[in-house]
């Protein structure tokens, strides 16, 4: 059985695949954690009402949640991202992380928040940055135990000093994506040369 699901965009928001998607999270989620990032596709989201009501379901159903600003202003036109983001926390993820571009990103926890600065990176293509930056605070919270059933307690106590290191992850997996063409993540080479702030090899 799996120990941890990532599910969102379109396969969360269009029926009839998106029911089929919400029954088998809430048939896992006793055994595995569950990651959820909207990614959002305004064209293909349907009704706004709607896709707001699914999104939440989804939060609600998850234990780390990954929004970009982007995301929650098409969501909730009318609030900040944040306060969209820390709102979302309280449905019940362990921690909601929101990426901001060329701002960085922060993690929100209950009562806390941990910010991380994106690395100066030229631009070569942004496509694959939000899942690249998902794939690297994952791994990262599978290297500390975090994933799977028997990691949930940990994931809800989560301290500030992890957590930052899990955001240190995912700002420097999309920042080796974004600078190079064709949405392609790092492997763990090219990660850990991200990391110690080496050059990263061009494929």
Request: charged content about 20%; glycine content about 10%.
């Amino acid at each position: 059985p799996p120990r941890h699901v990532h599910t969102g965009s379109v396969a969360t928001a269009l029926d009839p695949g998106a029911g089929t998607v919400l029954d088998l999270v809430r048939s896992l989620r006793e055994q595995a954690t569950v990651s959820y990032d909207p990614n959002v596709r305004p064209a293909l989201m349907g009704d706004h009402a709607r896709a707001v009501r699914q999104a939440e379901r989804c939060v609600a159903l998850s234990d780390v949640v990954k929004a970009s600003d982007e995301d929650l202003r098409w969501l909730y036109p009318d609030e900040a991202p944040r306060d969209a983001a820390e709102r979302w926390l309280r449905r019940g993820p362990a921690v909601v992380l929101l990426t901001e571009g060329a701002a960085g990103a922060t993690a929100f926890l209950p009562g806390s928040a941990v910010s991380a600065g994106a690395p100066p990176v030229r631009i070569a293509d942004t496509v694959g940055a939000g899942d690249a930056f998902m794939s690297g605070a994952l791994h990262a919270l599978a290297s500390y135990g975090l994933l799977g059933a028997e990691g949930r307690a940990g994931l809800r106590s989560l301290d500030t000093t992890v957590l930052g290191d899990v955001l240190r992850h995912a700002v420097a997996s999309a920042a080796v994506t974004v600078a190079r063409a064709g949405a392609l993540p790092p492997d763990r080479e090219e990660l850990d040369a991200a990391l110690a702030g080496g050059s990263v090899p061009e494929r």
